[in-house]
């Protein structure tokens, strides 16, 4: 049975990674997802937190924001106060990126992840870190051209996803729609060798059972094998397809 959009249950949103969106960060990358798109940008700076300094190590933090225009009646800008949301997802996509790389590899050297949404259509926050792994694998390349690498940091891909119980069925790569009325909704980061990274599951009514869980964490690891080839596949379309 296809869904609204014509999917099939196990079937992700159209998903694309536009890099070099933007000239002035290291790394630049749009990402689309169905309707959900979210400019990321991962920028080099000199320096680490002083906790970290004389560790040998470099530091990744993340900022996650949506602009106004990203829904519909316009979201008033964070200035004063951060919304708890925001704070929240920036959190989860920071911890998810610290996961992907060594950071022995650009001691005393600070990447730094923003993610801000344009506009929203569910899942901005797994789109987010999805962009921003691809975002950090661009800046790390130019990193290694200015000579400022002592080894090659990335030592995982990470993808998250969406995954939800709507209606009596196991959804994946919920769109907002779908969300808004799911019985379970949950987000999954992975790596590419199927490794959890973070699960995110939340029953919206009812208490579910273990073996729904299982089957939508079976569903999204599909899922996020599938974006990760993807991002392989942006980055270097031949050894994809080899």
Not at 2 to 23: H, I, K, M, Y
Not at 74 to 83: C, F, G, H, T
Not at 193 to 205: D, I, M, Y
């Amino acid at each position: 049975m296809s869904r609204n959009d014509g999917r099939s249950p196990d079937q992700l949103r159209p998903l694309s990674f536009q890099r070099e969106f933007t000239s002035t960060a290291e790394g630049s990358v749009l990402v689309s997802a169905g309707n959900t798109r979210v400019l990321c940008t991962a920028s080099v700076t000199n320096g680490v937190p002083s906790w970290r300094r004389e560790s040998g190590k470099g530091w990744l933090t993340a900022e996650y924001a949506m602009l106004p225009g990203s829904v519909v009646g316009r979201k008033r800008r964070e200035y004063q106060r951060r919304d708890g949301r925001s704070i929240e997802i920036q959190r989860l996509i920071g911890r998810s990126l610290r996961a992907a790389v060594d950071m022995r590899g650009f001691p005393n050297v600070t990447i730094n992840l923003d993610c801000d949404v344009l506009q929203a259509d569910g899942g901005t926050r797994c789109a987010s870190i999805c962009g921003a792994m691809m975002a950090i694998h661009d800046a790390l390349k130019v990193l290694d051209t200015r000579g400022k690498l002592v080894s090659w940091p990335l030592r995982n891909w990470i993808a998250g996803v969406s995954v939800g119980h709507v209606d009596g069925r196991e959804l994946l790569d919920l769109d907002y729609s779908e969300d808004s009325i799911a019985d379970v909704d949950m987000n999954v980061i992975a790596t590419d060798g199927g490794a959890l990274v973070e699960v995110q599951g939340t029953a919206e009514g009812e208490p579910f059972a273990r073996d729904v869980h299982d089957r939508l964490l079976d569903l999204a690891i599909g899922g996020t094998n599938e974006i990760i080839a993807a991002m392989r596949a942006a980055v270097d379309p031949v050894q994809a397809t080899s």
